[in-house]
Structure formats: C-alpha cells, structure tokens
C-alpha cells in the first residue's frame, strides 16, 4: 500500500519560514518524480516545486525563496520555504510519480498572516 504522509504545515508571519516533509512508503521512491503542489478554494492545484535525480524546477512565483529536495535513503521529500507571502496560503500536497502512476498526500495547510 502507497501512502504519503505530509508534515510541517501551519501558521507562520509574512517573511517567515517553514519546512515541509513527506515520508513516502510502498513506492519505488528513488527513481520518482516528487512534486509539491497547492491549492487554494476556488483554484486548481498548482505545481509549487519537483525533483528527480537532482533536477529540480520551480514556478516563478516561488523561484529564490523555496527549495524542494529529498532523501532518498530514508524515503522523504522536503520543501523549504523562505520568505513567506499571504498569496502562498494554501494546502500543499506531496506527489509520487513513476511509471505513469501517481499517488497524493493528504495534503497540510500552510497559513500566511499577520
């Protein structure tokens, strides 16, 4: 069974910073295409930050401020966020791919406000 566990969201100032983490387990991890998205109501998610072997690509919304990197020996993504701005509150969810299957996290929610 694939599960994607989520972890590190939450309440945090304009300027501040949080870290993200998904534990991935059943899933071939090493050789995945890991991806952050968000979503906000009334929007469609959106692609935040991916990696694969090292490779990594950004939207221009986030470019400079977050970084997306992983684990590969203990199974975990992470996304290292700076310089938080209310327009990045969302829910963020972590995706596996490979292989053409995907498989989502439950998503956390990432506040931004004063």
């Known amino acids: 069974q694939v599960q994607l566990v989520e972890s590190g969201g939450g309440l945090v100032q304009p300027g501040g910073s949080l870290r993200l983490s998904c534990a991935v387990s059943g899933f071939t991890f090493r050789w995945s295409v890991m991806s952050w998205y968000r979503q906000v109501p009334g929007k469609e998610r959106e692609l935040v930050a991916a990696?694969?072997?090292?490779?990594?690509n950004y939207a221009d919304s986030v470019k400079g401020r977050f970084t997306i990197s992983r684990d590969n020996g203990k199974n975990t993504v992470f996304l290292q966020m700076n310089s938080l701005k209310p327009e990045d509150t969302g829910v963020y969810y972590c995706?596996?791919?490979?292989?053409?299957?995907?498989?989502w996290g439950q998503g956390t929610q990432v506040t931004v406000s004063s």
């Open positions: 995706k596996a791919a490979r292989g053409g299957l995907e498989y």
């Open positions: 990696i694969i072997s090292g490779m990594t």
